[in-house]
T-cell receptor
């Protein structure tokens, strides 16, 4: 595998379900990100991890819970979601040198539908 | 909060036409990034701009800072069918990237 991979690619879940999204990067990067993408809107940054430590949480509801066990893997645990949480969830990674993130590399995303 | 405004929101073009789109901000950026997203995929970095005044190219794509550095332009010459997609601009603020809402490029049949 190369680049950034995400599984599953599609997910349909009920509001009472618990599921997890997985992201893996094979680029040797040290920073990873979760974004939410809704149609015709800018990408919304959800969480940032640098060297496995969470450095940003952009006021994301607690029904989204990230986990970063190492620099290559990132999870997004989902529980009791709402229909408005339906979107494309993108994972990205970058090489952090202590400054602002510049070139980020994205996975293909997980298309989530909450019924 | 800070926003990047992209225009146009969508473009219908004929194959072979040149394309121009832009991205504006209320504040100065020292770095501009242009990404493209194909259907069913994540965004892919096309061009990174680090130096105002320089034209940066990637094949048929060129990008540059605007004069005020509060904007950036992306041009595509002699468009081909695989150019369709959504083009996003992004810039760093406070150790994060903020994004425009995208310009959707559509090839007229």
């Amino acid at each position: 595998e190369t680049g950034v991979t995400q599984t599953p690619r599609h997910l349909v879940m009920g509001m009472t379900n618990k599921k997890s999204l997985k992201c893996e990067q094979h680029l040797g990067h040290n920073a990873m990100y979760w974004y939410k993408q809704s149609a015709k809107k800018p990408l919304e940054l959800m969480f940032v991890y640098n060297f496995k430590e969470q450095t940003e949480n952009n006021s994301v509801p607690s029904r989204f819970s990230p986990e970063c066990p190492n620099s290559s893997h990132l999870f997004l645990h989902l529980h009791t979601l709402q229909p408005e949480d339906s979107a494309l969830y993108l994972c990205a990674s970058s090489l952090s040198r202590g400054g602002p993130p510049l070139e980020q590399y994205f996975g293909p995303g997980t298309r989530l539908t909450v019924t | 909060g800070q926003q990047l405004n992209q225009s146009p929101q969508s473009m219908f073009i004929q194959e072979g036409e040149d394309v121009s789109m832009n991205c504006t901000s209320s504040s100065i950026f020292n770095t501009w990034l242009w990404y493209k997203q194909d259907p069913g995929e994540g965004p892919v970095l096309l061009i990174a701009l680090y130096k105002a005044g320089e034209l940066t190219s990637n094949g048929r794509l060129t990008a540059q800072f605007g004069i005020t550095r509060k904007d950036s332009f992306l041009n595509i010459s002699a468009s081909i069918p695989s150019d369709v997609g959504i083009y996003f601009c992004a810039g760093p603020i406070n150790y994060q990237l903020i994004w425009g809402a995208g310009t959707k490029l559509i090839i007229k049949p």
